[in-house]
């Protein structure tokens, strides 16, 4: 089944460690997104690329960092620099040219003490 | 992109339709108005988008006013299963340029 796996669902570290988390999507998606989403808040964008090994920051980048090195992956690093990382993290994918549809991920929640 | 304007939450029996309202009086010509829905702890799931002309798929119906101010949702038949947090975002429909979530409308589908 083509969709976008995100992992691990849940994922605990201790403060000053850097975290990565995955985004594999096998939609053939030229676009790929990073969405968090704290408690009762709407979501709020990190990073985004629309196309291989070029990525564009979002309104919340700082603290976090992207890779684009192949189609069907999209890794997000919270940095320890993220002062707040405690979240809901979503990724998500649309192809180009035709984005009205964005499919998200199941999501990572991250928590940091 | 426009701003969007929705109520922080709603009430709906079982059976009945839903009707979300989404205030968008900023929204310029050529945007869309879009609907994603999150039910608890899972990530976004579009749901129809539209321009001008009122929209129907599977899921629900799509209400624009004439003058594109405003618009509404409409699920038909509401189950249980429709308790969601429901977004309406409005943007350019050109190449991929983000989704900008609010806060949505909260809508419980109470039996």
């Known amino acids: 089944d083509g969709g976008i796996t995100q992992s691990p669902k849940y994922l605990f570290r201790k403060e000053g460690q850097n975290v990565t988390l995955s985004c594999e999507q096998n939609l053939n998606h030229d676009a790929m997104y990073w969405y968090r989403q704290d408690p009762g808040q709407g979501l709020r964008l990190i990073y985004y690329?629309?196309?291989?090994?070029?990525?564009q920051k979002g309104d919340i980048a700082e603290g976090y960092s992207v890779s684009r090195e192949k189609k069907e992956s999209f890794p997000l690093t919270v940095t320890s620099a993220q002062k707040n990382p405690t979240a809901f993290y979503l990724c998500?994918?649309?192809?180009?040219?035709?984005?009205?549809?964005?499919?998200f991920g199941p999501g990572t929640r991250l928590t940091v003490t | 992109d426009a701003k969007t304007t929705q109520p922080p939450s709603m009430d709906c029996a079982e059976g009945r339709a839903a009707n979300l309202p989404c205030n968008h009086s900023t929204i310029s010509g050529n945007e869309y108005v879009y609907w994603y829905r999150q039910i608890h702890s899972q990530g976004p799931q579009y749901i129809i988008h539209?321009?001008?002309n009122n929209e129907t798929n599977e899921m629900a119906s799509l209400i624009i006013t004439e003058d594109r101010k405003s618009s509404t949702l409409i699920l038909p038949h509401a189950t249980l299963r429709d308790t969601a947090v429901y977004y309406c975002i409005v943007r350019f429909d050109s190449g991929n340029t983000p989704l900008v979530f609010g806060k949505g409308t909260r809508l419980s589908v109470i039996a």
């Open positions: 998500a994918s649309s192809m180009y040219r035709s984005s009205y549809e964005q499919y």
């Open positions: 539209g321009l001008k």
């Open positions: 690329s629309q196309i291989v090994n070029d990525f």
